[in-house]
């Protein structure tokens, strides 16, 4: 079911949650909202659950889910299935209880029988194997267990749409990664159409088919993970997918310099920022013709598939982060201390008005 | 190492000073009660107890009290739902008003009653128009016992449903419950043992209020006499066996409510252990 929201917007009193928003969501798809905490992105979730309602302003929004318009359409009978942050099991029923609320509830005549929805709640807490649990209560599981039960619960009543509320925040790191991978699984046997909320970028570039990129209740950008990593539509979108460097300086004849490092640029006079990601900048023993960017090693973290390095220098008002194989780690011999040459790979450069990046390649 | 304030010779003066307190102020004087009740024999004490007059004040005070937990469970939840599940101009103040029985003293609640439902009040002389006596009457009883009563179940409710949160009740309304359902199976069992705390506050209350019904109730024997106002009248005629086999009977009730509460209090730690 595809979900098709038309200028959507929201205030809690006097302050503007949500502007106008218009997202189309296509069927099948599986779909990150990221943003930052008060990015609205979990206004717009509840939203589109119906468990919060849009303004109702002069030019009114519309909900639909495929051709239904489900705008006013109380969240009981919109057919979604909602996974919380937090899980809200109910804590006095047992996990089977849990799983077979939402068929229970069921008006008499659609309600399955008492045997039919024996079998589908096993086959439910099987798919998230938990069916040897079924007996036990919520307080009695680990985070990880009760938000499985509580998406087993979400899907028991076969919703339309599946919507997740920061679904993994409360777990830790390696619960998440099993989560994330099983959630993806499931997302393409069962073939709904989900929308996660998320704070965490790694989490929604790897789990979506799209990233809608939030902030002050805007939408910044809408892209497949890949394009919204190359190509950042502007400046928060690009410092919020990852870390990011600052280079401040004054440019002057094609030539930017900031106290006694200096970088040979294509760009007209005047103030300018370059920002950088840690793998587009390159660590050499000596300067070149055009790059003068000295930097002293404060920091150096051999953890993982790549160096991180931390790089300060009287001209740099934060430190600057480097990742570097671990062959070149080796080959420059790096400690703490130690003087070193910063080359840009790469740059990037938004002008304030956030309009579309402007970026620029130079030969390392 | 020793923890902070844990002193012996601290510990020990705090010790006794509680015991020796409680053993005057609380233990004593519940056993004179009971010693003073029997002090002339069971048989006396069951001549004055089962006396036409006495059986009355029982019989009205436990119905009033029978009538007032409904209501006051009632409007406990009903406010305690209200404050705590939406937000509303003016819902600070009406959680400050929900005090309001507790701060006044009893005996002005009657009188407030009385000038306004008594036969010249300005309800009441419209009411007594309509052949309708609420004071010096049950109702009246009934009225005055429930506005001291009424904020035992919210008070209990309120910082509980608050802690809870919506979020359970949210769950079920995605999952297709309508109202009634949701309330009968996630909010109910959820608050269900502060309500049964609560109505047992509510009825240890109920049954000893003394204040506010002697305004409204006009005491007369075998009509509108509750116990605790039949209690003292006893005492007044000088019949202190009477006075105090009331009293037994009373702190007999008072007793079976701490029980039920002690009870309560021990199921429900059990039941945090358990989970």
Same mark, same amino acid.
């Given at each position: 079911?595809?979900?098709?929201?038309?200028?959507?917007?929201?205030?809690?009193?006097?302050?503007?949650?949500?502007?106008?928003?218009?997202?189309?969501?296509?069927?099948?798809?599986?779909?990150?909202?990221?943003?930052?905490?008060?990015?609205?992105?979990?206004?717009?979730?509840?939203?589109?659950?119906?468990?919060?309602?849009?303004?109702?302003?002069?030019?009114?929004?519309?909900?639909?889910?495929?051709?239904?318009?489900?705008?006013?359409?109380?969240?009981?009978?919109?057919?979604?299935?909602?996974?919380?942050?937090?899980?809200?099991?109910?804590?006095?029923?047992?996990?089977?209880?849990?799983?077979?609320?939402?068929?229970?509830?069921?008006?008499?005549?659609?309600?399955?029988?008492?045997?039919?929805?024996?079998?589908?709640?096993?086959?439910?807490?099987?798919?998230?194997?938990?069916?040897?649990?079924?007996?036990?209560?919520?307080?009695?599981?680990?985070?990880?267990?009760?938000?499985?039960?509580?998406?087993?619960?979400?899907?028991?009543?076969?919703?339309?749409?599946?919507?997740?509320?920061?679904?993994?925040?409360?777990?830790?790191?390696?619960?998440?990664?099993?989560?994330?991978?099983?959630?993806?699984?499931?997302?393409?046997?069962?073939?709904?159409?989900?929308?996660?909320?998320?704070?965490?970028?790694?989490?929604?570039?790897?789990?979506?088919?799209?990233?809608?990129?939030?902030?002050?209740?805007?939408?910044?950008?809408?892209?497949?993970?890949?394009?919204?990593?190359?190509?950042?539509?502007?400046?928060?979108?690009?410092?919020?997918?990852?870390?990011?460097?600052?280079?401040?300086?004054?440019?002057?004849?094609?030539?930017?310099?900031?106290?006694?490092?200096?970088?040979?640029?294509?760009?007209?006079?005047?103030?300018?920022?370059?920002?950088?990601?840690?793998?587009?900048?390159?660590?050499?023993?000596?300067?070149?013709?055009?790059?003068?960017?000295?930097?002293?090693?404060?920091?150096?973290?051999?953890?993982?598939?790549?160096?991180?390095?931390?790089?300060?220098?009287?001209?740099?008002?934060?430190?600057?982060?480097?990742?570097?194989?671990?062959?070149?780690?080796?080959?420059?011999?790096?400690?703490?201390?130690?003087?070193?040459?910063?080359?840009?790979?790469?740059?990037?450069?938004?002008?304030?008005?956030?309009?579309?990046?402007?970026?620029?390649?130079?030969?390392? | 190492?020793?923890?902070?304030?844990? /002193?012996?010779?601290?510990?020990?003066?705090?010790?006794?000073?509680?015991?020796?307190?409680?053993?005057?102020?609380?233990?004593?004087?519940?056993?004179?009660?009971?010693?003073?009740?029997?002090?002339?024999?069971?048989?006396?004490?069951?001549?004055?107890?089962?006396?036409?007059?006495?059986?009355?004040?029982?019989?009205?005070?436990?119905?009033? %009290?029978?009538?007032?937990?409904?209501?006051?469970?009632?409007?406990?939840?009903?406010?305690?739902?209200?404050?705590?599940?939406?937000?509303?101009?003016?819902?600070?103040?009406?959680?400050?008003?929900?005090?309001?029985?507790?701060?006044?003293?009893?005996?002005?609640?009657?009188?407030?009653?009385?000038?306004?439902?008594?036969?010249?009040?300005?309800?009441?002389?419209?009411?007594?128009?309509?052949?309708?006596?609420?004071?010096?009457?049950?109702?009246?009883?009934?009225?005055?016992?429930?506005?001291?009563?009424?904020?035992?179940?919210?008070?209990?409710?309120?910082?509980?449903?608050?802690?809870?949160?919506?979020?359970?009740?949210? /769950?079920?309304?995605?999952?297709?419950?309508?109202?009634?359902?949701?309330?009968?199976?996630?909010?109910?069992?959820?608050?269900?043992?502060?309500?049964?705390?609560?109505?047992?506050?509510?009825?240890?209350?109920?049954?000893?209020?003394?204040? %506010?019904?002697?305004?409204?109730?006009?005491?007369?024997?075998?009509?509108?006499?509750?116990?605790?106002?039949?209690?003292?009248?006893?005492?007044?005629?000088?019949? %202190?066996?009477?006075?105090? %086999?009331?009293?037994?009977?009373?702190?007999?009730?008072?007793?079976?409510?701490?029980?039920?509460?002690?009870?309560?209090?021990?199921? /429900?730690?059990?039941?945090?252990?358990?989970?």
């Amino acid at each position: 079911m595809s979900i098709r929201l038309e200028n959507i917007s929201k205030h809690f009193g006097t302050t503007q949650a949500l502007e106008p928003v218009n997202l189309d969501i296509h069927e099948g798809e599986l779909v990150g909202l990221l943003g930052p905490s008060g990015s609205g992105k979990t206004t717009l979730l509840r939203i589109i659950a119906g468990l919060e309602s849009a303004d109702r302003s002069a030019r009114p929004g519309r909900i639909l889910f495929g051709e239904r318009d489900v705008t006013h359409v109380h969240v009981r009978d919109r057919r979604i299935g909602f996974v919380f942050q937090h899980y809200a099991l109910f804590r006095h029923m047992s996990v089977f209880d849990n799983v077979a609320f939402g068929l229970t509830v069921m008006p008499r005549k659609e309600r399955p029988s008492s045997g039919e929805i024996r079998a589908r709640v096993f086959r439910l807490l099987e798919m998230v194997q938990l069916e040897h649990l079924a007996k036990r209560y919520p307080a009695q599981l680990s985070g990880g267990q009760q938000q499985r039960v509580s998406l087993a619960r979400a899907l028991a009543v076969k919703p339309d749409v599946l919507l997740l509320d920061e679904p993994f925040g409360a777990l830790d790191a390696k619960v998440r990664q099993d989560l994330r991978r099983w959630l993806r699984r499931l997302h393409g046997e069962l073939n709904f159409t989900s929308v996660f909320v998320t704070h965490d970028q790694e989490e929604a570039l790897e789990l979506s088919d799209r990233v809608v990129v939030m902030s002050n209740g805007r939408i910044e950008q809408i892209d497949a993970p890949d394009t919204l990593y190359r190509a950042p539509r502007n400046r928060f979108v690009f410092e919020f997918l990852g870390d990011v460097n600052h280079l401040e300086g004054s440019v002057r004849n094609g030539v930017l310099t900031c106290g006694d490092a200096y970088l040979h640029v294509n760009l007209p006079d005047g103030a300018e920022e370059l920002l950088l990601r840690p793998h587009e900048v390159r660590l050499a023993e000596q300067p070149s013709d055009t790059c003068h960017l000295p930097v002293v090693v404060t920091a150096i973290s051999p953890v993982g598939a790549e160096v991180r390095v931390e790089l300060e220098a009287d001209w740099l008002a934060k430190p600057w982060l480097a990742t570097v194989r671990h062959a070149d780690f080796e080959r420059l011999g790096m400690k703490r201390g130690q003087h070193l040459y910063a080359h840009p790979r790469q740059w990037h450069r938004f002008n304030d008005q956030m309009q579309p990046a402007a970026q620029a390649t130079r030969a390392a | 190492m020793r923890r902070i304030g844990d /002193a012996p010779a601290v510990r020990r003066l705090l010790i006794s000073a509680a015991l020796v307190l409680s053993a005057l102020f609380l233990l004593l004087p519940l056993v004179a009660i009971f010693a003073q009740a029997f002090s002339q024999g069971v048989m006396v004490f069951w001549a004055n107890v089962s006396n036409y007059f006495t059986l009355h004040a029982i019989a009205l005070t436990l119905g009033v %009290a029978l009538m007032t937990i409904p209501i006051c469970l009632v409007f406990g939840v009903a406010l305690a739902w209200l404050v705590t599940r939406f937000s509303f101009p003016g819902r600070r103040l009406l959680q400050t008003l929900i005090d309001i029985p507790f701060a006044v003293s009893p005996v002005v609640a009657g009188l407030i009653y009385l000038l306004l439902y008594g036969r010249n009040g300005w309800i009441g002389s419209w009411l007594d128009g309509h052949d309708i006596q609420l004071m010096f009457a049950w109702p009246g009883i009934l009225m005055v016992t429930v506005f001291v009563t009424c904020p035992f179940v919210a008070r209990e409710l309120i910082p509980l449903m608050q802690a809870q949160g919506s979020r359970e009740e949210e /769950a079920a309304a995605t999952l297709g419950a309508r109202g009634w359902t949701t309330f009968r199976r996630v909010t109910l069992p959820n608050i269900r043992w502060a309500l049964l705390y609560g109505v047992i506050l509510t009825n240890a209350r109920a049954v000893g209020e003394f204040g %506010a019904v002697s305004v409204v109730s006009g005491a007369i024997r075998g009509q509108t006499n509750t116990l605790p106002l039949h209690l003292e009248q006893l005492y007044q005629d000088y019949n %202190a066996v009477g006075a105090f %086999a009331c009293a037994a009977l009373l702190a007999l009730i008072a007793l079976l409510t701490l029980a039920a509460k002690a009870s309560l209090e021990w199921r /429900a730690s059990r039941r945090e252990v358990l989970t």
